[in-house]
């Protein structure tokens, strides 16, 4: 499984940008699949994951209300919208997926990572 994400760029405080991870490989339909950030200095910081069927979702408390993943299966694409973003925010976000369908916060349990896609909030 390859995994492409996409949809960063630079945007004000309080833009929205919504994020896409796309996948090669007709398993990545039955796979979990997980947002991470990384921001310089900082470690690997879990956002949300959702399970293969897309019925399960987990969000970090510190995005909750503000972030959503969603997964359109035909696609073979994992979406996760960011809204009211804050110059915190600013970090590279990656994608990852876990043949076992955990959809945890545990960034060890996911096999396959995109590359990354820079977001910038500026203030």
């Known amino acids: 499984v390859q995994l492409q994400a996409s949809g960063g760029g630079l945007v004000q405080a309080g833009g929205s940008l919504r994020l896409s991870c796309a996948a090669s490989g007709r398993t990545f339909s039955s796979y979990a699949v997980g947002w991470f950030r990384q921001a310089p200095g900082k470690e690997r910081e879990f956002l949300a994951a959702i399970s293969w069927s897309g019925s399960n979702t987990n969000h970090a408390d510190s995005v909750k209300g503000r972030f959503t993943i969603s997964r359109d299966s035909y696609k073979n694409t994992v979406y996760l919208q960011m809204n009211s973003l804050k110059p915190e925010d600013t970090a590279v976000y990656y994608c990852?997926?876990?043949?076992?369908?955990?959809?945890?916060?545990?960034?060890?349990?996911?096999?396959?990572w995109g590359q990354g896609t820079q977001v910038t909030v500026s203030s």
């Open positions: 990852a997926a876990d043949p076992s369908n955990r959809y945890s916060a545990l960034s060890l349990l996911y096999r396959y």
